[in-house]
């Protein structure tokens, strides 16, 4: 699917972002509570009051993308192709139960990125993966 995610604040560990996919639209504020794990608050909201905010500022970060979900071993894997200023970088993320749960890597992933904030879709928003 198309996503389009504008960021209406980010600070330190903490980002407030809003969403269109498709039809859907959410607003949420994202926590990074440690390397692993994170805090979301996710709400559905209108989509005339998600373009609405979108369109707040003209210097609000935005971050385009298309999303398609592999199954793997029984597990749904988010897949992220970036478009404009982060083309050329395809990110991978699960969903875990537990932060100290063990999985199977698909043999199509590449190097662990986890702990490497830079990845962070509101980083990517800030610091472009063309711009490293």
Known sequence: SEIKQVYLS???KMAIRVRIDGL???LAIKFKISERVNKEYEYSIPIDEARSLMHLDDNLLVIRKTRYI???EGRAWEVDEFHDENDGLIVAEI???SEN???NMPPWIGEEVTADYRYLNSNLAINPFSKW
Request: net charge negative.
């Open 10 to 12: 980010v600070i330190e």
């Open 24 to 26: 859907q639209a959410s």
């Open 70 to 72: 592999v199954e793997y």
């Open 101 to 103: 749960e063990i999985i």
């Open 95 to 97: 969903e875990l139960d």
